[in-house]
C-alpha cells in the first residue's frame, strides 16, 4: 500500500529544516569554531542542491514564478558557499543565509495555516450544507450523523482554539471556545428532542457555521490581495 503523503505535514517539516538550519548557521557565524562553520555550511548547500535537484523533478508541481525564484536562490546560496567556503565568509554573508531561511520558512508556516483555515472554511461549510439537507428531508438518521460531526468539528476547533501553541488574537480564541461551546449545548437539545427539532436552534446552528466560514474566507482572500 502506497503511503499517502499529508502536504501540511510535509511542509511542517521542511519549514522546521530551514528553520533549525537558519539557527545553525547563526549559532555558528556567532563563534570562532571552524568545524562548526564548515558542517553548518556543509547542512545548508546540501538544503539547497536538494532544493536544486527538486524544482528540476517533473513531479515539482509548484508555479513556475515560484520555481524560479527558488532556482535563483539555490544558485546564489550554492556559489556564495563554494567561492567564500569557511575562510572567506564574512559576518554578512552569513547573515544573508539565514535571512533567506528564515523567509522560506515564514513563507511555508504562512501556507499552512493558509490550507488549515480553507480546510476549517470548507468543513463548517460541509456541515450547515448536511444539516440543512437532513432537515429539508425530514431524515432522522442523516440528522443525527450530521449533527454528530457538526459537534466532532466544533470540538477539534475549540481544542485548536484552547491550545497554547494558537497564534489567534486573544479576542477571536475566546469568541471561538464560546460559540463551541453554544453548538455542543444546542446539539444536545437537539439531540434529545430529535423528533420535534426547534427550527430556529437549528438555523442558528447552520448560520453560525456560514458565518464563521465566510469568515475565514474572506481573511484568505484579503491576504491574497
Not at 32 to 59: G, Q, R
Not at 96 to 120: D, R
Request: aromatic residues 4%; negative net charge.
Amino acid at each position: 500500500m502506497n503511503e499517502q503523503i499529508n502536504p501540511i505535514s510535509a511542509a511542517e517539516r521542511e519549514a522546521k529544516i530551514f528553520m533549525d538550519f537558519a539557527l545553525e548557521l547563526s549559532k555558528a557565524s556567532s563563534g570562532d569554531d571552524a568545524h562548526e562553520k564548515l558542517v553548518a555550511l556543509e547542512h545548508n548547500l546540501k538544503l539547497w542542491v536538494e532544493i536544486e535537484t527538486s524544482l528540476k523533478s517533473a513531479k515539482n508541481l509548484l508555479p513556475d514564478g515560484i520555481k524560479e525564484n527558488l532556482y535563483k536562490l539555490s544558485k546564489y546560496v550554492e556559489r556564495l558557499i563554494l567561492s567564500k567556503g569557511v575562510n572567506n565568509m564574512t559576518k554578512s554573508d552569513y547573515d544573508t543565509m539565514i535571512n533567506i531561511n528564515m523567509q522560506i520558512s515564514e513563507g511555508l508556516l504562512e501556507a499552512i495555516k493558509n490550507s488549515l483555515a480553507q480546510e476549517e472554511a470548507f468543513s463548517l461549510l460541509r456541515c450547515a450544507i448536511d444539516l440543512s439537507s437532513a432537515r429539508e428531508k425530514s431524515d432522522t438518521r442523516d440528522l443525527v450523523e450530521a449533527l454528530d460531526n457538526n459537534m466532532k468539528l466544533w470540538v477539534y476547533i475549540k481544542t485548536l482554539a484552547s491550545s497554547k501553541d494558537s497564534k489567534l488574537p486573544k479576542e477571536t480564541k475566546s469568541n471561538l471556545i464560546k460559540l463551541a461551546d453554544y453548538v455542543s449545548q444546542k446539539t444536545l437539545e437537539v439531540g434529545q428532542n430529535i423528533d420535534s427539532i426547534n427550527a430556529k436552534t437549528l438555523d442558528s446552528m447552520i448560520m453560525t457555521n456560514l458565518q464563521i466560514s465566510e469568515g475565514l474566507m474572506s481573511s484568505q482572500m484579503q491576504r491574497a490581495c
